[in-house]
C-alpha cells in the first residue's frame, strides 16, 4: 500500500525566509504532484514531475523529484504573504492505475 | 480553459435521505474521481471511473455509489446519508496517462 508522508504538517514562517516541505513516500514511482489550496478554496495544480532528477520553477516555488530516496521537496524562496496556503503532495503509483495517493498537506503562513 | 464543475457549494441534508452531488467536466477527459476532504486526513479516494460506465472502488468506498452515464458527468450517490458522511466533497478529472487532475471547486456536506 502506497503511503505519503509529509513534513511539517504545519508552518510558520517570516516574509523573506526560504523553507522547504518535504514529501516522502513508500512505494515505486516517478510520478508526482504539487498541489495548493487555498482556505475554503479547491485544489489548484502547482507542479507535475515525471522522472527522477526533475525540477519544475514558477515564482518563487520550486519542486524536484529524487524517485531512489522516494522524496520529493517544495522549497520556498523569499516568502511573500501571499503563498500561504495549504500545499499537498501527491502520489501515482507505477502500476499505471493513475490513482493518486495525497498526503495530509502542510498548512504554510506568512507573517509578515 | 479547464473547467470542472460541481452542482452545489453547499447542501445541507438529514440522516437518512438519499444524496446526489454532480460533477461535470468540459476537458473531454477519460477519468473522473470522487473525493472526501477532512480535516487531519488528507484527500481520501471514494469512487473513480476510466470510462463512461466504469468504475472502480477507491481507499473509502463504503456507504457510497456512482454513476456515469456520460463521458463528461460523473455522480456520487449517498443512499442513506448519516452524519458522519459531513465532510467537503471534491470531484477531479484527468486525462489518461500521466497528468494532474484538475478538481471542481467542492461540495461541503452537511448531514443533521
Known amino acids: 500500500e502506497l503511503k505519503v508522508e509529509q513534513n511539517p504538517l504545519f508552518l510558520s514562517m517570516q516574509e523573506g525566509k526560504n523553507y522547504t516541505i518535504y514529501c516522502n513516500y513508500s512505494?515505486?514511482?516517478?510520478?508526482l504532484y504539487w498541489y495548493r489550496q487555498d482556505p475554503g478554496k479547491s485544489l489548484e495544480s502547482l507542479f507535475v514531475?515525471?522522472?527522477?532528477?526533475a525540477v519544475k520553477q514558477e515564482g518563487r516555488l520550486m519542486a524536484s523529484l529524487d524517485t531512489k530516496a522516494r522524496l520529493s521537496t517544495l522549497h520556498i524562496t523569499a516568502a511573500v504573504h501571499d503563498l500561504s496556503a495549504t500545499y499537498f503532495c501527491?502520489?501515482?503509483?507505477?502500476?499505471?492505475?493513475?490513482?493518486?495517493?495525497f498526503g495530509t498537506g502542510t498548512r504554510l503562513t506568512i507573517i509578515p | 480553459d479547464v473547467k470542472v464543475t460541481q452542482s452545489s457549494r453547499y447542501l445541507v441534508k438529514r440522516t437518512g435521505e438519499k444524496v446526489f452531488l454532480e460533477c461535470v467536466q468540459d476537458?473531454?477527459?477519460?477519468?473522473m474521481f470522487w473525493y472526501r476532504q477532512d480535516p487531519g486526513l488528507g484527500l481520501r479516494l471514494i469512487y473513480f471511473?476510466?470510462?463512461?460506465?466504469?468504475?472502480e472502488k477507491g481507499d473509502i468506498p463504503e456507504g457510497y455509489s456512482v454513476s456515469r452515464e456520460k463521458k463528461e458527468r460523473f455522480s456520487l450517490i449517498l443512499e442513506s446519508a448519516s452524519t458522519n458522511q459531513t465532510s467537503m466533497y471534491l470531484c477531479?478529472?484527468?486525462?489518461?496517462?500521466?497528468?494532474?487532475?484538475?478538481f471542481g471547486p467542492g461540495t461541503r456536506l452537511t448531514v443533521l
Open positions: 477531479a478529472s484527468s486525462m489518461t496517462g500521466p497528468d494532474t487532475q484538475y
Open positions: 512505494t515505486t514511482s516517478d510520478r
Open positions: 514531475l515525471l522522472s527522477n532528477g
Open positions: 501527491a502520489v501515482e503509483s507505477n502500476f499505471g492505475n493513475e490513482k493518486l495517493t
Open positions: 476537458m473531454d477527459h477519460e477519468n
Open positions: 471511473s476510466y470510462d463512461v460506465k466504469m468504475k
